[in-house]
């Protein structure tokens, strides 16, 4: 498990090489640790090397594994990055700190409803289905703008920006366009007068990309944590 701690160093610097190919401070970037299918003894290693914010796509396994590493709770930030249905919504507004991934009303208004009174607001960001194709999750863009003035409206949510899982593209030229979209349309809700800080875009084949266009948070699971089992090299992007 050392190995986490040698990805994560080189990492941090693929990271910073990004933000100074971009002229962008390395501090405006965070790295949200994608730890799905990956036990909780790789998220103690992670947090051992000092990474505190972890994404998990899969409501029950991230609860499991919150469960599991109750000790660590102060220490550890849960995003709920994957596909949530409406009958998951509860325990996820009960357990989770953010999530990247709301692609409805109902589900925003679900979470706001239910989130507890004792916790801080959830922090939530749109996901927009900024390539189009039929078959991913996400707000098609002309739908966006609608739904984050009714979502930053909600009383225990906090809207924070726009998450995008782009389609694969095999040059960072290619890859930049959906990003830049993503970020444009994040412009345009700001000059709407929603405050907003955040991009949740780059993975670990894209990360370049996303930072080239003013990514404020990238997801990375298997630059990190390696191959996830019962994947293929290529379908895990790496
Ligand atoms: C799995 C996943 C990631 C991380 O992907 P890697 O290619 O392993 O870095 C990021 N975002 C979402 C939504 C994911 O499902």
Redesign the pocket.
């Known amino acids: 498990m050392a190995i986490i701690g040698t990805k994560l160093l080189q990492l941090h610097e693929r990271i910073a090489r990004a933000c100074a190919a971009a002229q962008r401070p390395v501090q405006s970037v965070t790295l949200l640790a ?1 730890s ?1 299918t990956f036990d909780a003894l790789a998220v103690r290693c992670a947090l051992a090397a000092g990474e505190h914010r972890f ?1 998990e ?1 899969y409501v029950q396994e991230g609860v499991d594994k919150i469960a599991t590493l109750t000790d660590e709770r102060g220490q550890l930030e849960w995003h709920l ?2 596909p949530l249905q409406s009958n998951k919504t509860r325990v996820v507004a009960e357990q989770f700190d953010w999530v ?2 709301v692609d409805r009303l109902k589900i925003a208004q679900r979470l706001s409803e239910q989130r507890p009174a004792h916790l801080a607001p959830l922090q939530v960001c749109l996901q927009v289905n900024i390539s189009g194709e039929a078959s991913k999750n996400g707000l098609p863009p002309d739908e966006v703008a609608a739904v984050a003035h009714a979502v930053a409206a909600l009383p225990r949510l906090v809207l924070r920006g726009l998450m995008a ?1 782009p389609e694969p593209a095999a040059t960072t030229q290619a890859q930049r366009a959906p990003h830049r979209a993503l970020r444009e349309l994040l412009q345009s809700l700001r000059a709407q007068g929603l405050a907003l800080d955040t991009l949740s875009i780059g ?3 894209d990360l370049e990309a996303a930072i080239a266009e003013g990514a404020t948070i990238v ?5 990190i944590f390696g191959t ?1 089992p019962g994947l293929s090299a290529a379908a ?3």
């Open positions: 994608v799905k994404g796509n990055i994957g990247h991934s899982v993975m670990s084949a997801r990375v699971g298997s630059a996830r895990a992007g790496s």
